[in-house]
């Protein structure tokens, strides 16, 4: 059990034009998402936080308008990356968490992003 | 201010060689301690959790972990390592409740040698 998916799991895009990610989590409902961008050889950073039905909160630096995030359903959270440059180039992984007070995190298998 | 330390960037161990992973956080309440591991290109495996009770934690892949309150950390260790073990392995620490994202320590690289 606890499965998320991710989707796609590897995209090309030219620069300026918006890929959309998709997490979901197959098994249970995940009233919490997370989306961590990753550098190569670097930690994950953590982005944004959304709760289904709600705005995501955004870290500190992640611009907002830039990085587009849908939590539509309790199973479906997207990542939009809208008019992308070479830097957005990048490592994406989403986790989803069904709450409760362990806040056990189950994490997708990634996204890798190149932006020619 | 909240944070996991992970000390050692780069680890080369041989292989059957014992492993020892350090990880050491600062937290305001108890935490819960997580260790990851990530192959190159690849996802997260959850290796193992602590969330209470017993602080010796066993895993899969024969990995364990020693939650030390005293001395903050939360170290992973096995007894035999395997070539297959090469990978980065990823500490982190969660607050209590639902709503909060993982803090990430930086990684430590291993390289397991013949």
């Known amino acids: 059990g606890a499965v998320v998916s991710q989707h796609p799991s590897r995209v090309i895009c030219k620069s300026g034009t918006s890929v959309k990610i998709e997490c979901r989590s197959l098994?249970?409902?995940?009233?919490?998402m997370f989306w961590y961008r990753q550098f190569p050889k670097q930690s994950l950073m953590l982005m944004a936080t959304?709760?289904?039905?709600?705005?995501?909160?955004?870290e500190q630096g992640v611009e907002k308008d830039k990085f587009l995030i849908n939590h539509a359903s309790l199973t479906l959270s997207t990542l939009t990356v809208t008019s992308a440059h070479p830097e957005d180039s990048s490592f994406y992984i989403c986790?989803?968490?069904?709450?409760?007070?362990?806040?056990?995190?189950?994490f997708g298998p990634g996204t890798r992003l190149t932006v020619l | 201010a909240q944070s996991v330390t992970q000390p050692d960037i780069h680890i080369t161990v041989s292989e059957g060689a014992s492993l020892e992973l350090r990880c050491n956080y600062s937290?305001?309440?108890?935490?819960?301690l997580f260790w990851y591991v990530q192959s190159p290109g690849q996802g997260l495996q959850l290796l193992l959790k602590?969330?209470?009770?017993?602080?010796l934690v066993q895993g899969i892949k024969g990995f364990e972990a020693e939650f030390k309150r005293s001395q903050s950390s939360f170290n992973l260790r096995k007894p035999s390592v395997h070539w297959s073990d090469a990978a980065e392995y990823f500490c982190?620490?969660?607050?209590?409740?639902?709503?909060?994202?993982?803090?990430f320590g930086k990684g430590t690289s291993l390289l397991v040698t013949p």
């Open positions: 982190a620490v969660g607050a209590r409740g639902s709503g909060y994202a993982l803090n």
């Open positions: 937290y305001g309440a108890t935490p819960y």
């Open positions: 602590y969330f209470s009770g017993d602080t």
């Open positions: 986790s989803a968490s069904p709450g409760g007070d362990y806040n056990e995190q189950f």
């Open positions: 098994d249970f409902q995940a009233t919490t």
């Open positions: 959304s709760n289904e039905g709600s705005k995501a909160t955004y």
